[in-house]
């Protein structure tokens, strides 16, 4: 019987009309057959049925997914190291392949066909968004401390088992094939968000490694304007669970952040304007709602301080007002609200003010500490030191720029507290004269906020220039500017594909055999005569015009009168694009009734 907690790391893929074969390198390993017809999976004692045939190298399955013409299996065809987390190699998925069951398609209709063309592009859209990381050797889903308090059964279970099923992107994929021992190694856990590995900053004579692993929660997962606050569960939008990993000679250090929406039931539904309406959703229970998610997040990490950077007026404020007033009704010692107005506060370019948020905190940080562990000299055995005993829980409006802002901070005192603690700082120093430390503890967090901010909102984050510099540029307020036009555009236009695609990977669209035949095509809505006609008549307008101030007439005397014709036309599109926004966005397929949540 195959171990439970091995993972193969190279794979040998041979393909015939009836058959997938899949070899491990493994000395003695069986072969996995994959029959094409009947879908069974089988294993075998190698009797040469791959010699004959050409061979592919593949780095590991990512899952089984049926769609209309049947199951596709989903490989890992590249890989790139990111770098050694604890010892144990951590690799990100460079390039995927989708190998389908079905030799033909000649089942599918013409209207079937052109759905399935659209599956499989979306399940390519959301597994080339940077970044899927996974690792043979080490669970990736589970903090350090978690795995620290792991039982001996726990540790003995394969790791798709025990992997945490909020942050395994790939668990939908991986149902039907649990349960079968001699698959456990071909299960491979994948992980959404970002993981950068530091290794070697010098810090008073020693190595110090610097680690940054964010985890996406697959609960209430999507884009910016698609998934905002709570679902009836109590999951909230764009969780993510940042760990922070330091390791000095035999002693790790680790603390945990999370940010996650607003947990109310609120929307913002995208209609062409720069600013969407914020609202509350009528007729919902958010009380209910709200308690599941603080219950479970007391469950996992025992205290909450919750730090509240949205706008205190304005839009904003509704919302702010109803979580205030939430935590409020709990009466809980377990759970703090800290609340900061980011941008009335840092208004003018008076950054320095983000120091009075810190230091209202600290009192909440030196009581929840961090984790801390120390290896045996043979580093066989591990003492575990302390328990982180809370968390901060940051969130804004998006979870993405002003939150990754104040958490590098939090991160950065956490982090001095912990070379103060080995002894690797004076109580009295700071990291500026250890700038090896300094920059890559700066870099890690900028490529955090973009990369996190890639993936939910479609663009890389904004104010990352202080975030690098430590200071705010004129030229980081510039391409803040670029950031948030790219973001105005995916998110009226692109997201409904983004989201429609990530619902497909999580399995919360199961794909019906009887789609477009016994059951209506979700691709098949029609659109409307404006949809179709004013974008034309708007293109239309702004090339006439564009043209007629270009390339004036010679005889001028109506050149006046036919720019500001085309002006008008112009104008009039827009209004009316604007007043029907809604019609003209790229609205999810699949899942339509998610956007709210309830």
Not at 47 to 62: H, R, T
Not at 532 to 541: E, H, K, N, S
């Amino acid at each position: 019987m195959a171990a439970r907690n091995i993972l193969y790391d190279a794979i040998a893929l041979a393909r015939t009309d009836d058959f997938y074969y899949l070899r491990p390198n493994q000395r003695g390993a069986k072969i996995l057959c994959v029959d094409r017809s009947s879908h069974r999976i089988s294993h075998e004692v190698d009797k040469g049925q791959m010699d004959a045939l050409p061979l592919e190298s593949i780095c590991g399955i990512v899952g089984i997914i049926n769609l209309l013409a049947g199951p596709y299996m989903v490989v890992i065809t590249r890989r790139r190291e990111v770098g050694m987390l604890l010892g144990q190699r951590v690799w990100r998925i460079e390039e995927i392949d989708v190998l389908p069951y079905a030799r033909k398609l000649n089942h599918l209709g013409q209207h079937q066909l052109g759905d399935e063309q659209y599956f499989l592009l979306m399940l390519r859209t959301v597994l080339q968004t940077p970044y899927f990381y996974f690792s043979y050797t080490t669970d990736l889903t589970h903090t350090q401390q978690r795995i620290a308090a792991f039982t001996t059964a726990e540790l003995s279970q394969s790791f798709a088992a025990r992997a945490d099923p909020r942050f395994a992107w790939n668990r939908a994929l991986q149902t039907d094939l649990f349960g079968n021992d001699e698959l456990a190694p071909y299960l491979l856990p994948i992980v959404h968000g970002f993981i950068s590995i530091q290794a070697g900053c010098a810090v008073s004579g020693h190595n110090v490694d610097y680690a940054l692993v964010s985890r996406r929660a697959v609960t209430r997962a999507g884009t910016r304007f698609f998934r905002r606050g709570i679902d009836l569960n109590g999951f909230v939008a764009n969780f993510v669970e940042t760990e922070q990993i330091v390791v000095v000679d035999r002693v790790t250090g680790c603390h945990v952040q999370t940010r996650g929406s607003i947990p109310v039931f609120w929307e913002q539904i995208p209609n062409l304007k720069y600013a969407p309406t914020i609202r509350l959703v009528p007729g919902t229970d958010h009380t209910s709602a709200f308690r599941r998610h603080i219950d479970e997040q007391l469950r996992l990490y025992q205290r909450i301080v919750a730090v509240d950077l949205i706008n205190q007026q304005g839009r904003e404020k509704v919302i702010g007002d109803a979580f205030a007033e939430l935590i409020g009704e709990l009466h809980s010692p377990q759970v703090k609200y800290v609340s900061f107005d980011f941008h009335h506060e840092c208004a003018k370019m008076r950054w320095d003010r983000l120091d009075t948020l810190l230091a209202r905190l600290d009192a909440d940080q030196q009581e929840q500490g961090y984790f801390l562990a120390q290896k045996s000299p043979h580093g066989q055995n591990e003492a575990i030191l302390q328990f982180q005993t809370g968390v901060f829980r940051v969130n804004c409006i998006d979870c993405l720029d002003r939150t990754n802002v104040v958490q590098s901070m939090i991160a950065r005192k956490t982090l001095i507290a912990m070379l103060r603690r080995l002894s690797l700082l004076s109580p009295t120093e700071n990291l500026e004269r250890h700038p090896s430390l300094e920059l890559a503890l700066r870099a890690v967090w900028t490529d955090n906020a973009n990369t996190l901010s890639i993936q939910y909102s479609g663009t890389e984050a904004l104010k990352t220039d202080f975030t690098r510099t430590g200071k705010r540029t004129k030229q980081g307020m510039l391409q803040d500017g670029v950031n948030s036009a790219m973001r105005y555009y995916k998110n009226n236009f692109a997201d409904g594909l983004r989201q429609d695609s990530i619902d497909l990977l999580l399995g919360n669209y199961p794909v019906s055999p009887g789609l477009g035949v016994t059951q209506p095509s979700p691709f098949t809505t029609a659109a409307s005569r404006r949809v179709l006609v004013i974008p034309l008549v708007l293109a239309l307008a702004l090339i006439m015009l564009t043209a007629s101030l270009l390339f004036p007439p010679p005889d001028g005397r109506f050149h006046f009168a036919y720019v500001m014709f085309w002006l008008v036309a112009t104008i009039v599109c827009v209004q009316v694009m604007v007043y029907f926004g809604k019609e003209f966005v790229d609205m999810p397929r699949l899942c339509p009734g998610s956007v709210r949540g309830c």
